[in-house]
């Protein structure tokens, strides 16, 4: 099973907040004119007493039209012994998925909500680097319906949105939360089946993503897929148990970035993913702290290549972010884009170093 998790620093002890009502404005304590028997301000509260179970009702008939339109283009998919989710891309039996959900596998089963057997399907092809894979079914079945995906730049904290997936192997469940923060970087976990990567932009949400979530669908309530789940978060000082209610998904704006070049050229041909051309590790200091990223290794005409940097060097700093081990490098490039010029501070022979660079594309 989908075992990918990020993982957090260890979390601050919760603060309760109280919260006034907003009634004490118009006289809630009881006191003064206008609260007896046939005021305006009884009938107010008897109207918004009675208003309370239409908007409860009218919300959960949001959900089930919601669950009712999108379900049927989540499937499960079955990659050699592991369980994950993916959405139907297009009417051409295209499923976009996780790339650690296909892991190493070339051949799937998928599972849809109206087909009573698994289908066949092949790999098209995986981009480990943002996590992301497209399949194709051998055969499409009648009435496969293509989701829709939603404009990642209109997505606000606060909405509210459905996961849907196939959690621990629960084929066609839902839960539901809301958008708990956007912009999120967070570098999957390189063991339990997680790719290592790091990821920029990313939709936090409170809807629980679990195990066999991967790949599936986080839906906005107008139907539209905003980001595919990818991973729960853990906290080192919990034992990496899960962390509740934090969860994330790679945005939809990237999902169709990348899917769409796969299935057009079979590939990605244009990551959009700032690189520097070279391979790198953690190094650490006389205390044996993290100190940078050490360069094993420079690309030829890459972009450190051009700016001097060598095997050797040691990189504290990119543009005003401090670097102290390969994931803080990671992370500072994913919010950036080829092309972009910045400094590089780099350590060599104990002495500092600054040179410019401009980066290429991973």
Do not use: W
């Not at 509260?45 to 009218?58: I, L, R, Y």
């Not at 780099?346 to 660079?357: I, P, Q, S, W």
């Amino acid at each position: 099973m989908d075992t990918s998790r990020a993982r957090l620093p260890r979390l601050l002890a919760p603060i309760a907040v109280l919260a006034c009502s907003v009634l004490l404005s118009s006289g809630c304590s009881g006191a003064g004119s206008g609260t007896g028997p046939g005021s305006g301000s009884a009938r107010e509260g008897d109207t918004a007493q009675a208003a309370a179970p239409h908007a409860a009702s009218d919300l959960q008939a949001d959900y089930e039209r919601v669950i009712k339109d999108v379900l049927p283009s989540v499937v499960q998919i079955q990659a050699g012994d592991s369980l994950g989710s993916g959405v139907v891309y297009d009417d051409k039996g295209h499923v976009v998925t996780n790339a650690h959900v296909v892991g190493d596998e070339k051949s799937f089963r998928v599972t849809t909500a109206r087909t009573e057997g698994a289908l066949g399907a092949k790999l098209v092809s995986s981009y480990p680097e943002q996590d992301l894979a497209v399949i194709k079914l051998d055969k499409v079945p009648d009435g496969m319906k293509a989701a829709r995906f939603a404009d990642s730049a209109k997505v606000e904290v606060g909405q509210i949105v459905l996961a849907m997936g196939s959690p621990l192997g629960l084929s066609s469940s839902v839960t539901q939360g809301i958008v708990s923060a956007i912009g999120r970087t967070v570098t999957e976990g390189g063991s339990g089946g997680g790719t290592g990567a790091t990821i920029a932009n990313m939709v936090q949400t409170s809807a629980a993503i679990n195990p066999g979530n991967s790949g599936g669908a986080l839906v906005n309530l107008d139907g539209q897929v905003i980001g595919i789940p990818t991973l729960a978060a853990t906290d080192p000082g919990l034992g990496d148990s899960a962390a509740p209610g934090i969860g994330f998904a790679i945005p939809a704006s990237m999902v169709t970035t990348v899917a769409d070049q796969i299935v057009k050229d079979g590939r990605v041909t244009d990551s959009g993913r700032a690189a520097l051309g070279i391979t790198a590790r953690t190094v650490v200091d006389g205390s044996y702290r993290p100190a940078g990223a050490a360069v094993v290794e420079v690309s030829d005409g890459g972009a450190a290549d051009d700016a001097g940097l060598r095997p050797g060097d040691v990189i504290v700093k990119l543009g005003n972010t401090d670097i102290t081990t390969i994931t803080s490098l990671s992370e500072a490039l994913a919010s950036m884009r080829p092309g972009d010029r910045t400094k590089v501070t780099y350590t060599r022979d104990g002495d500092e170093h600054t040179a410019e660079v401009t980066l290429g594309e991973q």
